[in-house]
């Protein structure tokens, strides 16, 4: 069990305390609620483009990277469809250089010129280098609009075109950090060898006088049900040829949402995995391939991704996977297939839970998903998944008019 107290600054600040006396070190994690799915559609990458900016100092702190590094600290952030999170970790006796530094940027950025062309650069690099450049590294910018035609999933955190980063202007910037980062718009966790007296000190001291922003209403448009099977084949300077079929699933916060991860697991999920035994072990149809659940917030996809051995036709690849989607669909699972699945889950779970930074990280997105306790009731909802409702889900999903399959195929030399 995650021990947590609770309290919220006058300005709206949510603060969570996990007492963690086993450790000497301290995490201060932030999420804020934005991610890219709040993006303009013609304003794409800004989410990501922020994570980058509130690295490039604030208004009373130049460098944010120096004052952590000397004492003893480290940082890092990242940023999704649906969130960005900042964090850190630090001895826990200097607890007050974090929430000094944390405080300060959602105070105010520096929002230089200098800065804004520096970070710019920097995420236009990546686009190229990650997306563009690298083998297969465009398949998502491909499939987020092939499955998604409404809901602003259907684009990546990194942007839609490198032309809405490039084109980004300063009023643009400050107005994104109006919206999002603020006290009302984000969730601070405070986790390790802390005391709740002392964090509530800090918290007033360092984040109450923030002006609390005006928090973000969220009216996002619903993705309408799928009624026809999609297909989208391109041809790429690959090595092999590479296949996609994604799936509508529910949201993160849905009560079949376990069943349809514990679905993917039986699926794809390392090496004794079904589509892993019959269609890369047995018939050596694929050198890998595997499944997985988006986790998304909203309704999210279910994903299976493999890569062809050579020789192999992306055809036949497709109606093997199909094959042993029908035979999933055709009985119960064997309930020791069942506790397989459930006993890697489990264990994930639990290793996640022995670092003090995944265990602020899900006290933060448990909270901003409006459930905090399922930091301690995850492991309770997949053992309750029986063998009838992974068959349930598998039906229910893996429909041909429900799928979004890609065809990536290497150019013939």
């Given at each position: 069990?995650?021990?947590?107290?609770?309290?919220?600054?006058?300005?709206?600040?949510?603060v969570?305390?996990?007492?963690?006396?086993?450790?000497?070190?301290?995490?201060?994690?932030i999420?804020?609620?934005?991610?890219?799915?709040?993006?303009?559609?013609?304003?794409?990458?800004?989410?990501h483009?922020?994570?980058?900016?509130?690295?490039g100092?604030?208004v009373?702190?130049?460098?944010?990277?120096?004052?952590?590094q000397?004492?003893g600290?480290?940082?890092?952030?990242f940023?999704?469809?649906?969130?960005?999170?900042y964090?850190?970790?630090?001895?826990?006796?200097?607890?007050?250089?974090?929430?000094w530094?944390e405080?300060?940027?959602?105070?105010?950025?520096?929002?230089?010129?200098?800065?804004?062309?520096?970070?710019?650069?920097?995420?236009?690099?990546?686009?190229?280098?990650?997306?563009?450049?690298?083998?297969?590294g465009?398949?998502?910018?491909?499939?987020?609009?092939l499955?998604?035609?409404?809901?602003?999933?259907?684009?990546?955190t990194?942007?839609?075109?490198?032309?809405?980063?490039?084109?980004?202007v300063?009023d643009?910037?400050?107005?994104?950090?109006?919206?999002?980062?603020?006290?009302?718009?984000?969730?601070?966790?405070?986790?390790?060898?802390v005391?709740?007296?002392?964090v509530?000190?800090?918290?007033?001291?360092?984040?109450?006088?923030?002006?609390?922003?005006?928090?973000?209403i969220?009216?996002?448009p619903?993705?309408?049900k799928?009624?026809e099977g999609?297909?989208?084949?391109?041809?790429?300077?690959?090595?092999?040829?590479?296949?996609?079929?994604?799936?509508?699933?529910?949201?993160?916060?849905?009560?079949?949402?376990?069943?349809?991860?514990?679905?993917?697991?039986v699926?794809?999920?390392?090496?004794?995995?079904?589509?892993?035994?019959?269609?890369?072990?047995?018939?050596?149809?694929?050198s890998?391939?595997?499944a997985?659940?988006?986790?998304?917030?909203?309704?999210?996809?279910?994903?299976?991704h493999?890569?062809?051995?050579?020789?192999?036709?992306?055809?036949?690849?497709?109606?093997?996977?199909l094959?042993?989607?029908?035979?999933?669909?055709?009985?119960?699972?064997?309930?020791n297939?069942?506790?397989?699945?459930?006993?890697?889950?489990?264990?994930?779970?639990?290793?996640g839970?022995?670092?003090?930074?995944?265990?602020?990280?899900?006290l933060?997105?448990?909270?901003?998903?409006?459930?905090?306790?399922?930091?301690?009731?995850?492991?309770?909802?997949?053992?309750?998944?029986?063998?009838?409702?992974?068959?349930?889900?598998?039906?229910?999903?893996l429909?041909?008019t429900?799928?979004?399959?890609?065809?990536?195929?290497?150019?013939?030399?």
């Amino acid at each position: 069990m995650i021990s947590y107290e609770k309290f919220t600054l006058a300005n709206g600040l949510r603060v969570i305390v996990h007492e963690d006396h086993s450790t000497p070190m301290a995490c201060i994690n932030i999420l804020y609620d934005v991610g890219a799915r709040d993006e303009e559609e013609e304003r794409t990458g800004f989410a990501h483009l922020f994570e980058h900016l509130m690295f490039g100092g604030s208004v009373n702190i130049p460098n944010y990277d120096s004052p952590l590094q000397q004492v003893g600290g480290e940082n890092n952030a990242f940023t999704n469809n649906d969130v960005t999170n900042y964090y850190l970790t630090l001895p826990a006796e200097n607890l007050e250089t974090g929430f000094w530094l944390e405080s300060d940027r959602m105070l105010s950025l520096a929002f230089s010129d200098k800065s804004l062309e520096v970070q710019q650069n920097v995420v236009v690099e990546e686009f190229k280098q990650r997306y563009l450049n690298q083998p297969y590294g465009d398949e998502w910018l491909l499939i987020r609009p092939l499955a998604y035609k409404v809901h602003p999933y259907r684009w990546a955190t990194i942007g839609k075109e490198i032309s809405h980063i490039e084109d980004a202007v300063m009023d643009d910037v400050k107005d994104f950090f109006k919206r999002f980062y603020h006290p009302s718009n984000a969730i601070l966790v405070v986790a390790g060898d802390v005391e709740l007296s002392k964090v509530k000190e800090l918290s007033e001291k360092w984040f109450a006088p923030i002006d609390p922003g005006q928090k973000n209403i969220r009216q996002l448009p619903q993705e309408p049900k799928q009624t026809e099977g999609r297909f989208l084949e391109v041809f790429k300077d690959v090595p092999s040829d590479s296949l996609t079929k994604v799936w509508h699933m529910s949201p993160r916060m849905a009560k079949e949402y376990y069943a349809q991860d514990l679905l993917s697991d039986v699926l794809g999920r390392g090496s004794s995995s079904r589509l892993h035994t019959k269609l890369v072990k047995e018939r050596q149809l694929f050198s890998g391939i595997s499944a997985y659940v988006t986790g998304s917030f909203d309704a999210g996809l279910l994903v299976v991704h493999g890569r062809l051995v050579n020789g192999v036709a992306l055809e036949e690849a497709d109606d093997a996977i199909l094959e042993v989607i029908e035979e999933l669909k055709s009985k119960p699972l064997d309930s020791n297939e069942l506790q397989k699945v459930k006993h890697k889950a489990e264990s994930t779970h639990v290793f996640g839970e022995m670092s003090i930074l995944n265990k602020a990280m899900n006290l933060a997105f448990g909270e901003l998903l409006g459930d905090i306790e399922m930091v301690n009731t995850e492991i309770d909802k997949i053992n309750a998944v029986t063998e009838d409702d992974i068959l349930t889900q598998a039906k229910q999903i893996l429909v041909s008019t429900n799928c979004s399959t890609l065809f990536y195929r290497r150019k013939e030399a």
